[in-house]
């Protein structure tokens, strides 16, 4: 085993004596790539909505995002599914050696990416921008905020506790996304 000889000119110069280079702040060579005013005015959205924290921020424009976002983003469908019978259109993420698909070649489907996502705040949010809380009786309904969550009763209730959830849900301002729609007249014969 030989040992490394260390010389005079190889030692390391002491951090103090070491010149310090001056770093550009914008890098000539580096290209800004042009933006549209709607991809800028997204990212601004985003970086705000990321600085707030969900009760500081107003959703509006980031659901107005998101609507425009979806209208833009394609169906994603399996390769081949238009082909085969047997095949279904959900999504597969193709992985042949010589798919097209995959490849991204012109003309073939496109492939999930990230660049389709819209913003985080709004994921799994109603388009009216509350929370869709699925409700079974009237004990869920004391856990909810009214500003940030509205009720979707769920399909297993009855006409009576429908009624009586939704009576509970008006008198604490929370929103119901599928009320029962009826008449004073049947009412009447329901028992609270």
Same mark, same amino acid.
Do not use: A, F
């Given at each position: 085993m030989g040992y490394i000889s260390m010389k005079r000119g190889d030692q390391k110069m002491p951090k103090s004596k070491r010149e310090k280079k001056p770093q550009d702040e914008k890098d000539p060579l580096k290209k800004q790539s042009p933006h549209t005013s709607e991809e800028v005015l997204a990212s601004k959205l985003k970086t705000e909505a990321r600085e707030k924290t969900k009760e500081e921020v107003n959703l509006g424009p980031l659901l107005e995002l998101r609507r425009s976002i979806q209208k833009r983003r394609p169906k994603f469908i399996r390769q081949e599914s238009w082909r085969y019978k047997r095949l279904e259109t959900t999504w597969r993420k193709p992985k042949g050696?010589?798919? @097209?698909?995959? *490849?991204?070649?012109?003309?073939? !489907? @496109?492939?999930? *990416?990230?660049?389709?996502?819209? !913003? @985080?705040?709004?994921?799994?949010?109603?388009?009216?921008?509350?929370r869709d809380v699925l409700i079974h009786n009237k004990a869920e309904i004391l856990l909810l905020d009214p500003k940030r969550d509205a009720i979707r009763l769920s399909a297993k209730l009855g006409r009576r506790y429908r009624i009586s959830i939704s009576d509970k849900a008006?008198?604490?301002?929370i929103r119901i996304l599928n009320p029962l729609r009826i008449g004073q007249k049947s009412r009447k014969g329901v028992r609270p």
């Open positions: 050696v010589d798919s @097209k698909m995959r *490849k991204q070649i012109r003309g073939w !489907p @496109k492939i999930v *990416k990230i660049g389709y996502r819209g !913003p @985080k705040l709004t994921r799994g949010l109603h388009p009216s921008g509350y008006e008198e604490m301002g």
